[in-house]
């Protein structure tokens, strides 16, 4: 028999049914690191831009600008553009970090709450942002992840997520808190709100994607059946 198939037997005749996958942590990890890989080459693309051909903010004016609609765009390359290498690298390590660790509960959690939050902080930077400002940067989804894996076991109902959201919690919360304030020159605290607001909206959505135990436990036991 196929070692990923069970059998049950249903009134005297078997009935092979593939066994229950796990989660698909591994294409998730790869489809994370070609994300954060994406994000080099388009600012390795920026720097040759403004030292060679110009104009002078390279590809970094095609980010959000608010309340225009030629800025509208700029809601699908915000993540992608960054003022500098450290900019970058910053981003680079938290989004490595905790989009590992949502990862690990596979790929669909790691796809919904990306982009939830990239659409969310575009949105938000475009409507709350400042007239002739230029918004860039991952931030936004960083945000996003850090609420998610902070909340999401108060919608799980998860010892292990708990316990991690606290850890994150307590590492990411402060500076996560300051990021929020309007009160910092030179940071889209409007893209982090927007992020923050799609993390846990992500973690949300864990709720409501969850069978009620005891739909799944009778379904077990209908498909089990009699045995004979």
């Known amino acids: 028999m196929n070692p990923d198939q069970r059998t049950f037997r249903t009134g005297g005749a078997k009935t092979a049914r593939p066994a229950p996958q796990g989660p698909r942590r591994w294409p998730a990890l790869v489809l994370l690191f070609a994300f954060v890989a994406l994000m080099w080459v388009v600012e390795a693309a920026d720097q040759v831009i403004q030292s060679t051909i110009g104009p002078p903010q390279g590809l970094d004016g095609y980010g959000v600008r608010p309340l225009s609609t030629d800025g509208l765009p700029g809601i699908i390359f915000q993540p992608f553009l960054h003022g500098d290498w450290a900019h970058l690298i910053g981003n680079s390590i938290a989004l490595l970090v905790l989009g590992s ?128």
């Open 101 to 228: 660790i949502i990862a690990m509960s596979g790929i669909r959690p790691l796809i919904s709450v990306t982009l939830i939050s990239w659409l969310a902080s575009g949105v938000v930077s475009w409507v709350l942002g400042g007239t002739g400002t230029v918004h860039i940067g991952a931030s936004g989804i960083v945000f996003g992840y850090v609420f998610y894996v902070i909340v999401r076991g108060l919608f799980s109902r998860r010892f292990l997520h708990l316990v991690i959201g606290l850890v994150i919690g307590f590492y990411y919360g402060f500076e996560a808190l300051a990021g929020l304030s309007p009160m910092l020159d030179g940071v889209s605290w409007q893209g982090h709100l927007g992020g923050a607001i799609g993390g846990v909206l992500s973690a949300y959505g864990l709720k409501r994607d969850r069978k009620p135990e005891g739909a799944t436990t009778g379904q077990a036991r209908w498909n089990a059946g009699p045995t004979r």
